[in-house]
């Protein structure tokens, strides 16, 4: 996966759950789109599973995609209340019938505040009857709640989400927050992020793939020993070391046939290698979809860029548009 020290990392918070010398509230994934947040997290959930603990996940989605207020909050207390041996019934499956739920499992019952309480006293009335369900349940086994996207999250679960990180000092269980940090600004997410950079929290930033990094996972995908390094060295600069876009554009190439299968295994074709890559479907779509979300500035620094297809100082594209080497930078 290429991402064995940024896993260790979260590994040793796991044992470290519920120790005196654990003063780490939350733990921030945080990189780029297609970087690999989310495949860091599975890995994450496989090696708690088979330790003993338990994981919790759920993705925020972005606004008009479905998803009612505090969603993904209901998400995660679903799975935790099951695992932890509730059974639900004929409970309703919102948020405040899933506290009530939980209440209960903690030895007090939550009265009916729906229309007594304005949101902001909802909201954190339901967090902290959240946070004492967690510390009830993980007196058996310790565990990780762990929301992907949070870039997506709505206000109810910001704020929710950034009672429980704050809250978690000392106990059985990990508050997990990934996101795309270059989507953050001006979200309902960013000030629950900046708290944790003066919070004690542990950042995992996600980089892009080296070219050995990539060249193995090419490698162990498609069960080859190797490649020529001239087609790994171009095939990590076209995809900027993105594991997202790298498996995409493996695809593409098998598909099309710049890599087939000969009798020793896969091989290059070394003509199709040399003609200018297609962009995946995929690839396209997710870059498309960023492009649409910048604003005006942004997108004409990129339009400069397009121009010149390359990377460039600056300066030049200051001077393209008119504009400061800084406001550019």
Not at 50 to 72: D, K, Q
Not at 120 to 140: I, V, W
Not at 179 to 196: C, H, M, N, P, W
Request: glycine content about 10%; hydrophobic content about 45%; some cysteine.
């Amino acid at each position: 996966m290429g991402r064995e020290r940024e896993l260790a990392a979260l590994q040793e918070q796991f044992r470290r759950l519920g120790s005196p010398d654990h003063p780490e509230r939350a733990v921030l994934i945080e990189g780029v789109a297609g970087v690999g947040k989310s495949r860091l997290l599975q890995e994450f959930r496989y090696f708690c599973q088979l330790n003993g603990g338990g994981f919790f996940l759920s993705n925020c989605r972005p606004a008009g995609a479905g998803a009612g207020p505090g969603e993904p909050l209901s998400e995660v207390l679903r799975q935790a209340l099951a695992g932890a041996g509730v059974d639900l019934g004929e409970s309703g499956s919102d948020l405040v019938s899933l506290c009530a739920a939980a209440a209960r499992y903690a030895g007090s019952e939550l009265p009916d505040v729906r229309g007594r309480l304005d949101p902001a006293q909802l909201t954190l009335h339901l967090a902290d009857t959240m946070l004492r369900f967690l510390e009830a349940s993980g007196r058996d086994r310790p565990f990780v709640v762990a929301f992907d996207d949070v870039q997506w999250a709505d206000g109810p679960t910001a704020e929710m989400l950034g009672y429980l990180a704050r809250n978690a000092l000392g106990g059985p269980f990990l508050v997990c927050l990934a996101y795309r940090r270059e989507e953050v600004k001006g979200t309902a997410s960013q000030a629950l992020i900046d708290e944790f950079a003066t919070e004690p929290a542990v950042r995992v930033p996600l980089e892009s793939l080296t070219s050995t990094a990539v060249s193995t996972m090419v490698n162990s995908m498609l069960g080859q020993v190797e490649f020529p390094a001239e087609f790994l060295d171009r095939f990590t600069e076209d995809t900027g070391g993105n594991p997202f876009f790298a498996i995409e554009l493996l695809r593409l190439h098998a598909q099309e046939g710049t890599l087939y299968r000969g009798a020793g295994g896969w091989q290059v074709n070394e003509s199709a290698a040399q003609e200018p890559v297609r962009v995946p479907a995929s690839v396209r779509e997710l870059v498309e979809r960023r492009v649409r979300a910048l604003p005006r500035d942004a997108l004409g620094v990129l339009e400069a860029l397009a121009v010149l297809a390359r990377r460039a100082h600056p300066e030049l594209v200051a001077d393209m548009l008119s504009a400061s080497a800084d406001a550019v930078a």
